[in-house]
């Protein structure tokens, strides 16, 4: 049996209350709370082994550099890389993906050639590759989506042709949950010639991730939504790729040598991490994945009851509609309800004590598929309990009946 009360134990913020109910946080797509071990581990790294990495000979640096790559190690274990130059610490996932469209613009777009991305993506999995094809005279190729919520993968190769370049595509939906065949995607791609990059951000905490088997040319993942610190994430490539890319920013620690008459750049995967690293960052991430490594198995059957058990009840209520209905779904469930705007349906339940997320969340492509200006989403964790399901279907029954008067 999955023991969710001591997991909650594990979680301090769960134990607040929110105007004076106990907080149910059903925000988990958009961040994701901290286990006490994460916290401890980095508020003891400032206590007590704070110093700057690689570039000193002091103990302390010494030992904050051992740390630092021994994270890279957790997360090249993590999520099966060959080796740990094909882990990059980054920002985050956005800046992963601008990295990678910026290199890439660098290195392989020309005028005429195209980007294929899904009409699903989020924000930062679309913006960037527009930038990329507004500087390079690029084109933007869109994969659809049904009603259902389901990527219509057999019409990539409608998309595909001598002048596509790159494919960007999640391994998971923030709004539908939905989890595209990237089998089939990446299979189809790589036939043709083309690389792909997948956004693993929500993904890759309901599931994990085998880059190898997966066999994308790239993947990248936020550490705040994987229970770690905010300001740090993961840009994985394949070595072939990394090698030839040129880097993405310039500065201190991505070089090997600097003369005004040129600068020859450090080995993999130094060369794109330029500046100061987030070392506290890394080393939270990877206490985070420490602390899901030692979790059962079966946390991922807890979240699809989770999410089975939220869209039971959410279809009994009247004139409600639950937006993705692929089988392949995560544990996100969004909709919106006929006589309720979804702003006022998430003020209610935030007087409740529930957090949900309201708007486009920054998938605006999405919400015109749709024909609307947002839905009210809830997206669940491994801390969440069925009790808290039935109070945010509760407090959702009793936001239709205020605002249908």
Same mark, same amino acid.
């Given at each position: 049996?999955?023991?969710?009360?001591?997991?909650?134990?594990?979680?301090?913020?769960? &134990?607040?209350?929110?105007?004076?109910?106990?907080?149910?946080?059903?925000d988990n797509a958009a961040t994701a709370q901290k286990p006490a071990a994460v916290i401890d581990r980095t508020a003891g790294?400032?206590?007590?082994?704070?110093?700057? %990495?690689?570039?000193?000979?002091?103990?302390?640096?010494? #030992?904050?550099?051992?740390?630092?790559?021994?994270?890279?190690?957790?997360?090249?274990?993590?999520?099966? !890389?060959?080796?740990?130059?094909?882990?990059?610490?980054?920002?985050? =996932?956005?800046?992963? %993906? $601008?990295?990678? &469209?910026?290199?890439?613009?660098?290195?392989?777009?020309?005028?005429?050639?195209?980007?294929?991305?899904?009409?699903?993506?989020?924000?930062?999995?679309?913006?960037?590759?527009?930038?990329?094809?507004?500087?390079?005279? &690029?084109?933007?190729?869109?994969?659809?989506?049904?009603?259902?919520?389901?990527?219509?993968?057999?019409?990539?190769?409608?998309?595909?042709?001598?002048?596509?370049?790159?494919? !960007?595509?999640?391994?998971?939906?923030?709004?539908?949950?939905?989890?595209?065949?990237?089998?089939?995607?990446?299979?189809?791609?790589?036939?043709?010639?083309?690389?792909?990059?997948?956004?693993g951000c929500q993904g890759i905490v309901h599931g994990g991730m085998d880059v190898q088997a997966l066999d994308a040319d790239?993947?990248?993942?936020?550490?705040?939504?994987?229970?770690?610190?905010?300001?740090?994430?993961?840009?994985?490539?394949?070595?072939?790729?990394?090698?030839?890319?040129?880097?993405?920013?310039?500065?201190?620690?991505?070089?090997?040598?600097?003369?005004?008459?040129?600068?020859?750049?450090?080995?993999?995967?130094?060369?794109?991490?330029?500046?100061?690293? $987030?070392?506290?960052?890394?080393?939270?991430?990877?206490? =985070?994945?420490?602390?899901?490594?030692?979790?059962?198995v079966a946390v991922i059957g807890h979240e699809e009851n989770l999410l089975r058990h939220a869209v039971e009840r959410l279809?009994?209520?009247?004139?409600?509609?639950?937006?993705?209905?692929?089988? =392949?779904?995560?544990?996100?469930?969004?909709?919106?309800?006929?006589? &309720?705007?979804?702003?006022? %349906?998430?003020? %209610?339940?935030?007087?409740?004590?529930?957090?949900?997320?309201?708007?486009?969340?920054?998938?605006?492509?999405?919400?015109?598929?749709?024909?609307?200006?947002?839905?009210?989403?809830?997206?669940? =964790?491994?801390?969440?309990?069925?009790? #808290?399901?039935?109070?945010?279907?509760?407090?959702?029954?009793?936001?239709?009946?205020?605002?249908?008067?």
């Open positions: 049996m999955f023991n969710v009360e001591k997991i909650r134990s594990d979680f301090p913020i769960l &134990a607040r209350t929110v105007h004076g109910k106990p907080l149910v946080y059903l790294l400032m206590r007590e082994l704070n110093a700057n %990495i690689h570039r000193g000979v002091h103990f302390m640096a010494e #030992e904050s550099t051992v740390l630092y790559e021994a994270a890279r190690e957790t997360v090249r274990h993590f999520i099966n !890389a060959r080796s740990t130059c094909e882990v990059v610490f980054t920002s985050g =996932a956005t800046a992963g %993906i $601008n990295a990678v &469209a910026y290199s890439f613009a660098e290195h392989c777009i020309r005028k005429g050639d195209n980007v294929v991305v899904s009409e699903m993506e989020h924000h930062s999995n679309i913006v960037p590759w527009q930038l990329l094809c507004e500087r390079r005279g &690029a084109a933007l190729r869109v994969l659809p989506f049904n009603d259902e919520g389901e990527l219509e993968t057999e019409k990539l190769g409608e998309l595909i042709d001598a002048h596509t370049r790159i494919v !960007a595509v999640t391994q998971m939906s923030n709004v539908l949950g939905t989890r595209p065949d990237l089998s089939q995607i990446i299979r189809d791609a790589h036939a043709a010639g083309v690389p792909v990059l997948v956004d790239f993947y990248l993942f936020s550490g705040h939504k994987l229970y770690g610190p905010t300001g740090i994430g993961v840009l994985y490539g394949k070595e072939e790729w990394l090698e030839k890319l040129p880097p993405f920013m310039g500065g201190g620690e991505m070089v090997k040598t600097v003369a005004f008459t040129g600068t020859t750049y450090a080995d993999l995967p130094l060369k794109f991490e330029a500046g100061t690293a $987030n070392y506290i960052g890394a080393i939270g991430l990877s206490e =985070a994945i420490s602390y899901l490594q030692g979790l059962d279809r009994n209520l009247s004139g409600v509609r639950i937006y993705g209905s692929s089988p =392949a779904k995560g544990p996100i469930v969004s909709f919106t309800a006929e006589g &309720a705007h979804h702003y006022d %349906i998430g003020m %209610i339940l935030d007087k409740l004590g529930v957090a949900v997320r309201t708007g486009t969340h920054c998938a605006e492509p999405v919400m015109k598929h749709y024909g609307v200006e947002g839905m009210c989403r809830a997206s669940f =964790a491994l801390y969440n309990t069925l009790q #808290e399901v039935d109070i945010f279907i509760d407090g959702v029954e009793k936001a239709l009946t205020m605002l249908r008067k």
